[in-house]
């Protein structure tokens, strides 16, 4: 299988290169850049990446298609609507990181994303990838986005099977600084970064109507989410914290065993024992998303604690299991079993 990367040298296209390089089905990896990029090495793009002497050349789309057999975008939003449209057009298989072929409707996410959208009939031609629900894949896979996975794995069977007030979803998700990518800016400086707390995009964050489109299509009845976004001071990971009030009264048990059945085929998920409660440091570095689920009688609310690594689950580790489904590879294939630790 040769595999075309757009994007490496960002946080997202880093990941993705390295799980890439030891996935036993890719022979080859070639990396493209800006269409007006001067062609360069890895190593001269990431300098942690020293040994890599591997080149990164234009990116050209016919070129592209006539050399691999599948293309990855760890692009910016807006790249790929433009970027990708004559792949689109040839049906050739694309897994896109970025939110451009997320949102359905093209107004969406002009509101959310404060820019024009692709083509109506090239946002047709996309699927949403949410790896553990959604199997019927098209050509172009618009891969979720890290909060959005992390708080739709954990509100998934509560939602579909309906054990909540569907007006009553409020979410706390806190991400690690990768998630911003490699760009600085006022609030990702160190000073800023280290020892605080920062909660942004208020009622802005342009994952809601993301979280919303999966949401309402499990169930209608779901009108609406309180969503807030908080900066912390980690590398690495997402933790999304959902309340909702029980449809009705229920116990802990109940819900994990809820939770146990809906993934136990998913070696992704893990489902943890009533009583406990996820932390980052079990999924960092690896492609699982844990969840802890808890019922308080008190006051008739279920709390959902969903983790993720924002650039693995969140991201590349997602868009290699989306690759795997695509091409029929078995689903673990190329990711890495544990978290990374200490
Ligand atoms: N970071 C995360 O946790 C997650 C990120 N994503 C999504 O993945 C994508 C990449 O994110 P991330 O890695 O964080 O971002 P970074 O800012 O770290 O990297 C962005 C990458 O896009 C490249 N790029 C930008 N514009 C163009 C262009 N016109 N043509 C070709 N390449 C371009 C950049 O290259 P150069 O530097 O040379 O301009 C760089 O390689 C984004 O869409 C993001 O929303 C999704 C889930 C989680
Ligand atoms: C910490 C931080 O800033 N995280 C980013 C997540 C980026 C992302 O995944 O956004 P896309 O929808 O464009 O893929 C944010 O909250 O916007």
């Not at 592209?64 to 760890?74: G, H, I, K, T």
């Not at 994990?256 to 059945?261: I, K």
């Not at 809906?262 to 024992?273: G, I, K, R, T």
Request: proline letters at 7%.
């Amino acid at each position: 299988m040769q595999v075309a990367l757009v994007g490496v040298n960002g946080y997202s296209g880093m990941t993705l290169y390295r799980l890439l390089k030891q996935h036993p089905a890719v022979d080859q990896i070639k990396l493209y850049g800006h269409t007006d990029s001067k062609p360069t090495t890895l190593a001269a793009l990431v300098p942690v990446f020293q040994k890599e002497t591997v080149r990164v050349r234009s990116f050209d789309a016919a070129t592209v298609m006539a050399e691999n057999d599948v293309v990855f975008f760890a692009t910016s939003a807006g790249v790929t609507k433009t970027l990708a449209l004559p792949l689109i057009a040839a049906n050739f298989p694309v897994i896109d990181l970025s939110g451009d072929f997320r949102l359905r409707q093209p107004d969406v996410y002009e509101t959310w994303y404060h820019q024009t959208a692709a083509p109506v009939a090239a946002l047709a031609k996309a699927s949403y990838g949410l790896a553990e629900f959604n199997h019927h894949l098209t050509p172009y896979v618009a891969n979720p986005g890290c909060y959005a996975t992390a708080t739709l794995l954990g509100l998934a069977p509560v939602v579909q099977q309906h054990l909540i007030e569907p007006t009553s979803i409020v979410v706390d998700a806190k991400s690690g600084l990768s998630g911003a990518g490699k760009k600085l800016s006022t609030t990702s400086q160190f000073t800023m970064v280290n020892d605080n707390l920062q909660l942004y995009k208020l009622n802005q964050h342009q994952h809601i109507p993301e979280i919303m489109q999966q949401l309402q299509q499990w169930w209608p009845k779901v009108p609406a989410l309180e969503f807030t976004t908080t900066l912390i001071p980690v590398t690495c990971g997402i933790m999304s914290t959902i309340y909702a009030k029980a449809a009705q009264p229920t116990t802990t048990a109940e819900l994990v065993a809820a939770y146990q059945q809906v993934y136990q085929d998913q070696p992704f998920v893990q489902v943890l024992p009533a009583d406990d409660l996820p932390t980052l440091k079990q999924v960092v570095g690896s492609n699982d998303c844990a969840i802890g689920v808890n019922y308080n009688p008190i006051t008739n609310t279920i709390l959902i604690v969903s983790v993720i690594d924002n650039l693995m689950k969140g991201a590349a580790g997602q868009a290699v299991q989306n690759f795997n489904q695509l091409f029929q590879y078995p689903a673990t294939a190329g990711l890495p079993d544990l978290p990374v630790f200490p």
